[in-house]
């Protein structure tokens, strides 16, 4: 079963800066990989899908790079502001079936002022 | 749109006691699927349904049951509940082939 790791349970940085965290996963390179917000006490957000051909996606401030060979994404988020303070989680389908899918334990981000 | 809804909000249970956690949305999506999440910890799949009629195991099943006799509901019936399915559960529905889930707000356990 696909199993997946995301870099720290949690990550300090100060406004302004950008953040970058980690998820690598194992076994087979899926086809897809997701990044989810999650707010305390709600449920997670989709932020973006990255297909295993596109290197790099882009929404906004948000920026998303998936390498196939090292088996890992990237997630940016420039220019970050207190409000950008949350879990971020990212997921991969277990299998063809995009209803299944397999979580990280998310990546607590707090930007500071 | 409502998108995902989930009833109650929360619960609490004495062991032994069963329950019905509802979930419904209004996008006709086909795929449905039922997560805890349990602190600092991600998201583990307890059972999910590709279509009406239609449900699999997901990672951990046991205690769990569902069924899925229309697009729109998904409930999660938990028979004899036990203090090891405290826990935050989560409802998502997603259209085939787009990936990207829609997740209902929880429902928060605590059985004592």
């Known amino acids: 079963s696909q199993k997946i790791e995301q870099n720290s349970e949690a990550l300090n940085i100060q406004e302004g800066k950008t953040a970058t965290l980690t998820c690598n996963y194992t076994?087979?390179?899926?086809?897809?990989l997701q990044w989810y917000r999650q707010d305390p006490g709600r449920g997670p957000v989709f932020l973006l899908l990255?297909?295993?051909?596109?290197k790099e996606k882009r929404k906004e401030r948000l920026k998303v790079t998936f390498d196939t060979t090292l088996k890992q994404s990237l997630f940016h988020i420039t220019a970050s502001q207190p409000a950008d303070s949350a879990t971020y989680l990212c997921?991969?389908?277990?299998?063809?079936?995009?209803?299944?899918?397999?979580f990280g334990d998310g990546t607590t981000l707090t930007v500071k002022p | 749109n409502a998108g995902v809804t989930q009833t109650p909000k929360f619960q609490v249970l004495k062991t032994g006691q069963s329950m019905t956690l509802q979930c419904a949305q209004d996008?006709?999506?086909?795929?449905m699927s039922w997560y805890r999440q349990d602190p600092g910890m991600g998201l583990r799949l307890i059972h999910y349904?590709?279509?009406?009629?239609?449900?699999d195991q997901g990672e951990v099943p046991n205690g769990y049951n569902v069924s899925r006799s229309t697009t729109e509901d998904f409930p999660l019936r938990l028979l004899s509940a036990a203090p090891s399915q405290t826990s935050v559960y989560f409802c998502?529905?997603?259209?085939?082939?787009?990936?990207?889930?829609?997740f209902g707000p929880g429902t928060r356990l605590t059985v004592t």
């Open positions: 990255i297909r295993e051909n596109e």
């Open positions: 996008m006709n999506h086909e795929y």
């Open positions: 076994n087979y390179s899926p086809a897809y």
């Open positions: 997921a991969l389908p277990t299998n063809t079936n995009a209803g299944k899918s397999t």
């Open positions: 349904s590709v279509g009406a009629g239609i449900t």
């Open positions: 998502a529905s997603t259209i085939p082939g787009r990936g990207e889930q829609y």
